[in-house]
């Protein structure tokens, strides 16, 4: 009779156990599981948000069309500035040689912030006395070494009219430059010096129309 009464207890605490298992399998596996899927689904792809992020905002400090825009301009203000050196000792015009200042002053500390971005950028800054005119001419109102000689053998009136008729084709090469990389660059401080250039030098071009008779 022991030996009947205890059959059925071991059974008992048999099928006791295998539920018993079977239960922490399940929970077991479910853990598991919801380990496995918070490492992938939450870490695995936080970190990947978190790595895409930083390379868009890697991407977004500048792009190409901001390198462009440095590039060409550096070589763009520094015919600027050569043309308005001249100014003081061929205008006649005192508002030619106000306009020439203007330009100068505007001009040449850009020079100096465009290098310095492109230094910065690990990119190359266009060289000194490296501009082809004649390859330029036409690119951005670039002038060639003809149209450069020209003005400096004129003097008095008519260098004053050559002088605004160069400058206002030069500024407006500036002009499109300057929309393009407001249009296309990424470059915060170099959209904003874009607008400052499309601002003044489209007040100037005005300006010099009007003393031209043309407006």
């Not at 308005?84 to 850009?110: C, F, M, T, W």
Request: some cysteine.
């Amino acid at each position: 009779m022991t030996s009947k009464r205890s059959l059925p207890r071991r059974a008992a605490a048999v099928a006791a156990a295998c539920t018993a298992a079977l239960v922490l399998a399940a929970c077991g596996g479910g853990d598991d599981g919801s380990a496995g899927h918070d490492t992938h689904g939450g870490s695995s792809p936080s970190a990947s948000a978190s790595a895409s992020a930083s390379a868009s905002a890697s991407k977004g400090r500048h792009n190409a069309a901001d390198i462009a825009f440095a590039q060409g301009m550096i070589p763009h203000h520094r015919q600027a500035l050569e043309m308005a050196e001249l100014a003081p000792g061929r205008a006649k015009s005192a508002e030619v040689k106000k306009l020439a200042e203007a330009i100068e002053k505007a001009q040449d500390p850009e020079i100096r912030t465009l290098s310095g971005w492109l230094t910065t950028w690990g990119e190359d800054v266009p060289a000194e006395g490296t501009t082809d005119h004649s390859s330029t001419h036409g690119a951005a109102g670039m002038m060639t070494a003809e149209d450069m000689e020209e003005l400096r053998k004129a003097s008095g009136s008519a260098f004053d009219t050559a002088f605004m008729e160069m400058m206002i084709e030069h500024h407006e090469g500036a002009v499109a430059m300057a929309e393009t990389e407001r249009a296309d660059g990424s470059y915060a401080p170099a959209k904003k010096m874009a607008g400052q250039i499309i601002s003044s030098q489209t007040a100037e071009i005005d300006r010099m129309n009007e003393l031209l008779g043309k407006n």
